[in-house]
């Protein structure tokens, strides 16, 4: 386990050598400081009498918080932290989220499906982060983030179901593929439209505060969407209302096409708390481990201070951004290579694992034959099962049918009649 003062360590408002005390001296570096503090209601700095512009490219960078190296060595005095139950667990779930990608992938190149999106390179941020959560905690996800469903028990049939659109499908086939959602699992409905679950998340925490609630809500995005408007309001609203929010930022290196040096030329993310007055964390998003803690003492930070937290988590999207994306227009296959080869997030975990005898190629390979077993069976299950009727479309608008709704439906009734024949109804429910 995590020790609080270790953890409190590694999050810049509590280090001793943290971000906002190695910004104060670099500002107040050769600066002639007199005892008269300014009144300004804005500030709580003190007049200077000499002109001294902040410089960022001499301030620190913040450093990136890691436990396990890419050889998969634990650091100079770490623990994981975990079980030998909850290790197994936590890359057990890695891997078979490696392997549904795969497959799903695979299946929306062959027309069976019709969009997909892989967490290549992302496991250990989505799944450590998922695991350090409690179920009471509310999720908000960008799209990136179905290991936090796997890890709150959402099946594989039910990810199925949905990217299929069948008549199981818990979305009734309205939503396009891996736009999942589960009431049961407290996790919020995914959606395309960039960086907009953010304040949604913050309206969510400051719900919770005002009820007592003791919980966190978390909201994941990437660097991309950090770049959003909905984001900036949604970070200084939680800390001036002082709400329990996890921000979680995948920094995987590109929002789709557009490369970290075209987005931003500050130090990343996770510095931009400082300007909101939020706590903040820099993590290694490939160590399972790391983003356990990190996100587990945030979480404590968050409900004992009522306050957000903000925790970059470096990694590298290996994948495509989406079925609609080829990543080699824009970067090279040896770039690529090298953070699938060499570091691996599920890989660095199996080798700790495999110097740890808690894992070994023998288990390795029967456990690789059931997870695919596993996942064929529910895409082979969603794949025949029928899609939910056309009329389906209009119910759920409204508590009672408006007279437009019920116009509309005729239409595609009497449509139907006329030239049913020219659809493969037979696929859809009645």
Same mark, same amino acid.
């Given at each position: ?25 670099? @500002? *107040?570096?050769?600066? /002639?400081?007199?005892? +008269?503090? #300014?009144?300004?209601? =804005? !500030? ?68 069976? @499906? *019709?969009?997909?999106? /892989?967490?290549?390179? +992302?496991? #250990?941020?989505?799944? =450590? !982060? ?301």
């Amino acid at each position: 386990m995590l020790s609080r003062g270790l953890g409190r360590r590694i999050f810049c408002s509590y280090c001793h050598q943290g971000k906002h005390e190695l910004i104060s001296r670099a @500002i *107040s570096t050769n600066l /002639t400081r007199t005892t +008269e503090k #300014a009144r300004f209601p =804005g !500030s709580n700095s003190n007049f200077t009498n000499e002109l001294q512009f902040v410089n960022p490219m001499e301030l620190p960078s913040i450093p990136i918080y890691r436990v396990l190296d890419t050889s998969g060595n634990l650091k100079s005095g770490q623990t994981t932290g975990l079980s030998d139950e909850g290790l197994l667990s936590m890359y057990q779930k890695m891997f078979l989220l490696s392997v549904m990608d795969k497959i799903l992938l695979q299946s929306q190149r062959q027309g069976r @499906i *019709s969009f997909y999106m /892989t967490c290549s390179g +992302e496991e #250990a941020a989505v799944i =450590g !982060s998922a695991a350090a959560l409690q179920p009471s905690d509310t999720v908000f996800t960008q799209y990136r983030e179905v290991g936090v469903f796997l890890w709150r028990g959402f099946t594989l049939p039910e990810i199925m179901h949905q990217c299929f659109s069948t008549v199981k499908d818990n979305t009734k086939g309205r939503q396009m593929p891996i736009h999942y959602s589960s009431v049961e699992h407290n996790v919020q409905c995914v959606s395309s439209t960039l960086a907009t679950q953010v304040p949604n998340a913050v309206g969510y925490a400051y719900s919770n505060k005002l009820h007592g609630k003791e919980a966190v809500t978390v909201a994941y995005f990437g660097e991309g969407a950090a770049s959003e408007g909905d984001v900036h309001a949604a970070m200084n609203m939680s800390c001036v209302l002082e709400c329990p929010t996890l921000f979680i930022c995948r920094n995987n290196g590109f929002a789709i096409s557009t490369s970290t040096v075209d987005q931003y030329a500050g130090d990343g993310i996770a510095v931009r708390a400082v300007g909101y007055g939020m706590r903040s964390v820099r993590v290694d998003g490939n160590d399972l481990f790391a983003v356990y803690n990190a996100v587990r003492e945030a979480r404590s930070i968050a409900i004992e201070n009522s306050c957000p937290v903000l925790i970059e988590l470096m990694t590298y999207r290996v994948g495509h951004h989406s079925t609609s994306d080829d990543s080699t227009a824009y970067r090279s296959i040896d770039e690529v290579n090298y953070w699938h080869k060499e570091d691996s997030p599920v890989g660095r975990v199996g080798r700790f694992l495999g110097m740890s005898e808690l894992w070994d190629d023998e288990k390795q390979k029967v456990f690789a034959k059931e997870c695919r077993r596993e996942v064929m069976s529910a895409f082979n299950e969603a794949e025949s099962t029928r899609k939910p009727s056309p009329y389906l479309m209009f119910d759920d608008v409204y508590s009672e049918p408006s007279q437009q709704l019920s116009e509309q439906r005729a239409k595609l009734a009497d449509h139907l009649a006329k030239y049913g024949e020219h659809y493969d109804l037979d696929k859809y429910d009645s």
